[in-house]
């Protein structure tokens, strides 16, 4: 006998089923069921397949951190594997503790659609470490003049969530990038500085565009786009993300949850563009 289907597919739904509140977060429960995934599936095809939907599954649940609500048919389709094979794999990820599925019905008609998907934050079992434990006393820190100005500058940049300074000069731009880690290039730093001064703030942008770029062949670690692609994809996104920032359009997820949607979109419909892929 079939269970009732109480949860309406709409977007107050899916933002209740959400199990993150930042992307970050969910990059790295995901990183952390890749290795359990390695560990402790030992055909290596199935390990590539999981991996894979997995990888799919997070890069469809940026609109509401933690859920998607493709069907299996789609899944099957990017994925180049026939349904019955999602639907084991759905089944071991669940086994596993990696995600769980709730039934879904349309508002229209009532009937029964796609369900949603849900990963599951990671628990301490998966990591293997235990909570650390917060003592009563910790050592004494001294604070100096300098520190604690220091302290209250960095608490005042971290505070600018929009941009505060796009009047800035390039030449101020170029000489805060020099700070940001050498493996972000310089011209997608020197872009993104000369609206966010933090180095922090530019290298999570960044982070974006390559988790967005999907690993096309898990044997050799081959992605979707080259290097250099990479760095025009994401100077035209960043571009993008800038004048809807200006039009003051309202970021409920954070910045990184848009920008992540705008990447990949522009990437999705870059990898179908013949010309594009062979420059």
């Known amino acids: 006998m079939k269970k009732r289907i109480d949860v309406i597919s709409n977007e107050e739904s899916y933002n209740n089923l959400s199990s993150f509140t930042v992307i970050e977060e969910?990059?790295?429960t995901v990183r952390v069921y890749r290795d359990v995934i390695r560990v402790d599936i030992k055909r290596s095809?199935?390990?590539?397949?999981?991996?894979a939907l997995l990888e799919l599954l997070k890069r469809h649940s940026c609109k509401q951190l933690g859920v998607s609500y493709m069907c299996k048919n789609t899944i099957a389709a990017k994925l180049e594997i026939s349904y019955k094979t999602v639907q084991r794999l759905m089944k071991k990820l669940e086994e596993l503790g990696m995600i769980r599925q709730v039934p879904m019905k349309r508002k229209s008609d009532m009937m029964q659609t796609a369900n949603a998907i849900i990963i599951q934050p990671v628990n301490d079992e998966m990591?293997?470490?235990n909570p650390v434990k917060m003592t009563k006393k910790c050592p004494a820190i001294k604070t100096t003049t300098s520190f604690l100005k220091q302290n209250i500058k960095n608490n005042k940049r971290k505070a600018v969530t929009q941009f505060s300074h796009v009047d800035k000069s390039?030449?101020?731009s170029l000489n805060k990038a020099n700070f940001v880690a050498h493996w972000v290039p310089g011209l997608f730093s020197n872009l993104v500085g000369s609206f966010y001064e933090e180095a922090e703030t530019i290298q999570e942008f960044w982070k974006v565009i390559r988790q967005c770029n999907r690993v096309v062949d898990y044997s050799t670690n081959k992605r979707a786009f080259t290097r250099d692609q990479e760095i025009e994809i994401g100077t035209k996104a960043f571009k993008e993300f800038a004048m809807k920032v200006k039009s003051g359009v309202n970021m409920r997820k954070g910045q990184f949850a848009y920008f992540n949607g705008i990447v990949n979109k522009l990437m999705n419909d870059l990898y179908f563009d013949a010309d594009f892929i062979d420059n």
């Open 170 to 172: 390039l030449e101020n």
């Open 26 to 28: 969910l990059n790295k």
């Open 45 to 51: 095809d199935v390990q590539s397949r999981l991996i």
């Open 127 to 129: 990591t293997g470490k």
